[in-house]
C-alpha cells in the first residue's frame, strides 16, 4: 500500500523493517516497490539481503517474481543497466526460470528495450508459453528504438495465437510513428483505426481513444487527432494532454492554448504534460503574459517542482530574453537534469551580451558531476562565438575529443562556425577536410561563411565551385551568404555568376535570396538592377525593404527611397530598427533635416520603437552635413544615454567637412580629445582630428594630432582605390608606381589634367593637408589614388561605365575632377567610397554636391 503511493516509499520499508519474520513475499514485495520507483541500487541491494540474511538466517532463493521485479530495475538503469541485465540473465538461466511465462516477458522485454532486439526475438519465438504480456514486452522494446516497423510485424506474426488486450493495441499504434515513411505508417494506423471502430473498441477504453490521438498527432495529421478527440465519449486528463501537445508538437500552438483553457474550464487539474506543452506554445507564440500566468497555475498546484516543467520555463524566459527569470528559475529547481544545463546554457549562448555566463554554467555543470552531451557542446560553442574567444574554443574542442564526440556532425559544424568567427580558418579547413561523406548543407555553409568571414572571397567561391563540381545543390543560406560577401567587397561580376546561378537553381523566387540580391547590387553600384528586382519579388519580408530602401540612400536617391518608406506602410509592413536607419541615413544625404525629425520621433511616438545609437548618429549627421553644428551639441545633450564612439565620431567627421570649415573648433576639439579617451589605438580618431585641423590651416594643431597618433603606436590605414577587369583586381595607393603599365597611366593623368585645365578645373589645394606650397599642393592632388584608378581604366577601349571602388571617403578635389572626366570621355563614371555611392555623368555627380 505504501509503495503504491507516490513518495511513501520510506514508510514501506520501515514496515518491512519492522516484521520479524520475513518470507520471499515479504522480500519481493520490498524489492518491487524499489524497482517500481526506479531506484536500482537499492532494489539490488535488498536483493543481496535476501539471500544472505533471508529468514531467521537462512538463505531465500529467489522467485519469478523476484526476477520480474528486478528485470524492470534494469531498465531504469541507465548505461549501467545491460550489465546488470547480463548478470540477471545469467542468474535465471542457473535457477531455472528461463521459461517462466512472467520472467520470460520481463527478460524479453527489458533486452528490447536495451537494444539486443534480435536476441529478444529469439528468446520470444523460443518460450513454449507466449501470451500478451510478452508479446507487448518485445513491442514496447522495439518501439522504444525507433524500429516500428518490426513491433508490427511481431503483432502481424503472433496475432492468431494470442489474446490480444487492450494495451497490445495501444502498442501497436504507437509504433506507426516510428515508420520511416510517414505516410505508411498513417497508412497502417488507419486500417488499426478502422478495426476498433468496427469491434466497438475506441467507445470502451479511453486508452484506446488517447493512443489514437497520439498516433495521428505523432504522424503529423493533426485534424484526424483533433477529430477523434471531438468524438470521444469519455475522457481523461490523458486525452486532454496528449491533444494539447499534439498541437503543440504540430505548430498549431493557439490550438493548444485553446484546448489547455477548455480542459481548466471542465474542472480538471492539469497535469505536468499539460503545462509543459502550454508553455512550448506560450514561448512560439511569444505569449510571456500568458506564459506567466501558466507559470502562476504551477506554483500553486506544486508543478513547478517537476525537473521537465522547469525546463519548460527556462525556455519560455529565454525566448523572451528574460534572463533574470531564467537564473531564478533554474536555481529554485530543487534538482536539474541533463536538459536544464543544456537549457540554461543554451539560454545564455543566445545572447552575445550573456555568452560569459554560458561558460560559468558549462564550468558548474561538469563541476557538478554531469557529462557534456551533443547540445551542451554546440551550445557552448555558440557562446564561444560570440565572445570570439580562441583559447575557449581550443579548450572546447579538447574536451569534446575527450569525450568522443569529435565524429558528431552537429559538433563538427559548431566547430567550424566558431573557429571561423574567431578568425582560425587553418582548423576549419582540418576539420572540414576529415569530416568526409558526413558534410551537410551546414557544414558547407559554414566553411564558405568562415572564408568570406576571415575575407578569403576567392577561397569562398572556389568552395562554391566544388560544391557544384560534386552535385552538391546550394541552398538558399549558401547563395545569400555569398552574395552578402560579393557586396561587402563590390565584387559586381562575382555577384552576377550567383544570381545566374540561383536563377537556374529557381531560387530567384525565394525571399531571402532575393533580398539578398537586392543588397548586393545595391553595394556593388547598379541600383537599376536592384530596383527591377525587388519590384519582381513575389514576397518580399522587411529585408527586401530595408534592403532597396538603404540602397535607394546609399546612392543618394533620398526620395526614392522615402517614397518607398511610404509604399512599406501602406503594404502592411511595419518598419523596424534597420529601417529607420535607412531612412534617416537617406534624409541625411539630401538635406531633409525636418522630415529626418519627423520620421526619428515617429519611430517611438507611432511604432514604438525605441531609437539606439545608430540613430542618434544619423541624426547628428543629418545635423552635420546640414551645417547646423550649433545644434549638435545640444541635441547629444538630451540623449537618453551616454555618446558612443560613433556619435562622437560623426562629430568629427561633421566638423572636417570643407564647406564649414570657417565654423568654430570646440565641437571638434572636445569631440577628437573623447575619441582619444575612448579609442586610443584607433588611427581613425587621431587621422580625423588632425584633418579638421588642416581644413582650418591650424598647422600646429595639426601637427600635434599626428604627434599623439605616434605616441599611440598605432598606424594610418593607407587610402587606397580599386578596380575589377576581367575578374582581376587591379589595387592604386596615392602615388602609385608599382603597377607594370604605370608609364601608360600617368601619361593618361598627365593628358586628362591638361583637358581638365582647359576646361575650367582648379585644383582644390585646401584638400592637400599639409602645410606646403601652392605648387606641391597641386602635384600631391594628381595622384590621388582613384585619379589613378580612373586614368587606368581608359587606357582601355571601352564604353561601359567605369566602376571605382575606395576604402576612405573620396576627398573634394577628386570630386571635381571627376564630374569633369566624366564629360571629357563621354563616359559614366561610379565611385563608392566609405560613405555612398557617386554618379558621375556629363559633368553631374548624383549627390549634387551634397555629400
Not at 355 to 370: D, E, I, N, P, R
Request: glycine share 8%; aromatic share 10%; hydrophobic share 40%.
Amino acid at each position: 500500500m505504501y509503495g503504491s503511493c507516490s513518495g511513501y516509499t520510506d514508510d514501506a520499508h520501515c514496515v518491512f523493517d519492522e516484521i520479524k519474520l520475513k518470507n520471499t513475499v515479504s522480500w519481493n514485495s520490498i524489492i518491487s516497490v524499489y524497482s517500481q520507483r526506479g531506484n536500482v541500487h537499492t532494489a539490488f541491494e535488498l536483493f543481496s539481503c535476501m539471500q544472505r540474511d533471508g529468514d531467521g538466517g537462512f538463505v531465500l532463493n529467489p522467485n519469478q517474481y523476484t526476477f520480474g521485479s528486478l528485470m524492470m530495475a534494469t531498465c531504469a538503469a541507465g548505461n549501467s543497466g545491460l550489465y546488470l541485465l547480463e548478470q540477471m540473465l545469467g542468474r535465471i538461466k542457473k535457477s531455472g526460470f528461463l521459461n517462466d511465462l512472467y520472467v520470460g516477458s520481463a527478460l524479453v522485454s527489458g533486452l528490447a528495450r536495451f537494444g539486443l532486439t534480435d536476441y529478444a526475438k529469439d528468446l520470444f519465438r523460443e518460450m513454449s508459453g507466449r501470451n500478451a504480456v510478452s508479446m507487448n514486452g518485445l513491442m514496447v522494446g522495439l518501439v522504444w528504438q525507433n524500429r516500428g516497423k518490426e513491433a508490427t510485424e511481431v503483432f502481424m506474426e503472433t496475432r492468431d495465437s494470442i489474446d490480444m488486450n487492450i494495451d497490445s493495441y495501444v502498442i501497436l499504434l504507437s509504433a506507426f510513428s516510428e515508420f520511416s515513411s510517414p505516410d505508411e505508417g498513417i497508412r497502417k494506423g488507419r486500417e488499426v483505426h478502422t478495426y476498433l471502430i468496427r469491434t466497438g473498441l475506441t467507445d470502451v477504453k479511453v486508452a484506446l481513444g488517447n493512443a489514437l490521438i497520439n498516433m495521428y498527432a505523432k504522424c503529423g495529421s493533426i485534424n484526424e487527432a483533433r477529430s477523434v478527440f471531438n468524438l470521444m465519449i469519455n475522457k481523461d486528463i490523458v486525452s486532454w494532454n496528449s491533444v494539447i501537445s499534439g498541437f503543440d508538437q504540430n505548430k498549431c500552438f493557439e490550438s493548444s492554448i485553446i484546448s489547455y483553457c477548455e480542459m481548466r474550464r471542465t474542472g480538471l487539474v492539469p497535469q505536468n504534460f499539460s503545462l509543459i506543452s502550454a508553455l512550448s506554445s506560450c514561448a512560439s507564440l511569444g505569449w510571456i503574459q500568458l506564459g506567466q500566468q501558466i507559470h502562476g497555475e504551477g506554483l500553486k498546484l506544486g508543478l513547478d517542482l517537476d525537473v521537465s516543467v522547469s525546463n519548460s520555463l527556462l525556455v519560455l524566459y529565454a525566448e523572451m530574453g528574460h534572463i533574470t527569470k531564467c537564473h531564478k528559475v533554474f536555481w529554485v529547481m530543487p534538482e536539474q537534469d541533463q536538459v536544464s544545463w543544456n537549457s540554461i546554457i543554451g539560454a545564455m549562448a543566445n545572447l552575445e551580451s550573456e555568452a560569459s555566463k554560458a561558460t560559468y554554467y558549462f564550468l558548474k555543470m561538469v563541476q557538478g558531476g554531469w557529462n557534456p552531451n551533443k547540445i551542451t557542446f554546440v551550445n557552448i560553442l555558440s557562446a564561444a562565438s560570440s565572445l570570439l574567444c580562441s583559447e575557449l574554443t581550443h579548450q572546447i574542442h579538447a574536451s569534446v575529443l575527450k569525450h568522443d564526440l569529435g565524429k558528431d556532425v552537429a559538433i563538427e559544424n559548431a566547430l567550424l562556425a566558431c573557429y571561423g568567427k574567431c578568425g582560425e580558418i587553418g582548423p576549419c579547413e582540418k576539420i572540414f577536410s576529415r569530416m568526409h561523406d558526413r558534410k551537410d548543407d551546414v557544414s558547407w555553409n559554414a566553411m564558405i561563411s568562415g572564408y568570406i568571414h576571415n575575407e578569403l572571397l576567392s577561397k569562398a567561391m572556389d568552395l562554391v565551385l566544388l560544391m557544384l563540381q560534386m552535385g552538391q545543390r546550394l541552398d538558399s543560406f549558401t547563395i545569400a551568404t555569398v552574395l552578402s560577401a560579393c557586396a561587402s567587397v563590390a565584387t559586381l561580376e562575382r555577384g552576377m555568376e550567383v544570381h545566374a546561378y540561383g536563377t537556374r537553381a529557381y531560387l530567384e523566387g525565394d525571399v531571402v535570396v532575393g533580398s539578398a540580391l537586392i543588397d548586393m547590387y545595391s553595394k556593388c553600384g547598379r541600383v537599376d538592377y536592384a530596383s527591377r528586382l525587388f519590384e519582381l519579388m513575389p514576397v518580399r519580408n522587411v529585408y527586401s525593404w530595408n534592403s532597396m530602401i538603404s540602397g535607394y540612400a546609399r546612392h543618394g536617391l533620398g526620395e526614392k527611397a522615402l517614397e518607398l518608406f511610404s509604399a512599406m506602410k501602406l503594404s502592411g509592413q511595419a518598419p523596424d530598427q534597420i529601417t529607420f536607419v535607412g531612412v534617416l541615413s537617406a534624409c541625411s544625404h539630401v538635406g531633409l533635416v525636418d522630415e529626418g525629425f519627423k520620421h526619428f520621433k515617429s519611430m517611438s511616438e507611432v511604432f514604438g520603437l525605441v531609437p539606439k545609437m545608430e540613430h542618434y548618429s544619423c541624426m547628428v549627421d543629418l545635423l552635420g552635413r546640414a551645417g547646423r553644428l550649433c545644434k549638435i551639441e545640444d541635441f547629444i545633450n538630451k540623449m537618453p544615454m551616454k555618446p558612443s564612439v560613433l556619435i562622437w565620431r560623426t562629430v568629427l567627421v561633421a566638423c572636417c567637412r570643407a564647406n564649414i570649415r570657417d565654423c568654430k573648433f570646440e565641437l571638434g576639439q572636445r569631440a577628437a580629445q573623447m575619441l582619444f579617451e575612448l579609442e586610443p589605438q584607433n588611427a581613425v580618431n587621431y587621422v580625423l582630428a588632425s584633418n579638421m585641423y588642416a581644413l582650418g590651416e591650424k598647422w600646429e594643431e595639426m601637427v600635434e594630432a599626428r604627434k599623439s597618433m605616434k605616441r599611440a603606436h598605432v598606424k594610418k590605414e593607407a587610402g587606397c582605390s580599386w578596380v575589377t577587369m576581367k575578374d582581376m583586381v587591379h589595387v592604386f595607393v596615392a602615388g602609385d608606381k608599382s603597377h607594370p603599365e604605370r608609364d601608360v597611366i600617368y601619361r593618361k593623368l598627365k593628358e586628362l589634367n591638361v583637358k581638365m585645365r582647359d576646361m575650367g578645373y582648379v585644383p582644390e589645394t585646401s584638400f592637400a593637408l599639409y602645410d606646403l606650397d601652392l605648387e606641391n599642393k597641386e602635384e600631391l592632388l594628381s595622384y590621388h589614388s582613384e585619379k589613378i584608378a580612373v586614368a587606368f581604366m581608359l587606357t582601355r577601349e571601352s564604353s561601359m561605365p567605369i566602376r571605382i571602388m575606395k576604402n576612405l571617403r573620396v576627398c573634394g578635389d577628386c570630386h571635381v575632377a571627376f564630374k569633369y572626366i566624366s564629360k571629357i570621355v563621354h563616359r559614366k563614371i561610379v565611385l563608392r567610397d566609405s560613405n555612398r555611392f557617386h554618379h558621375f555623368e556629363d559633368g553631374e555627380c548624383s549627390c549634387r554636391d551634397y555629400w
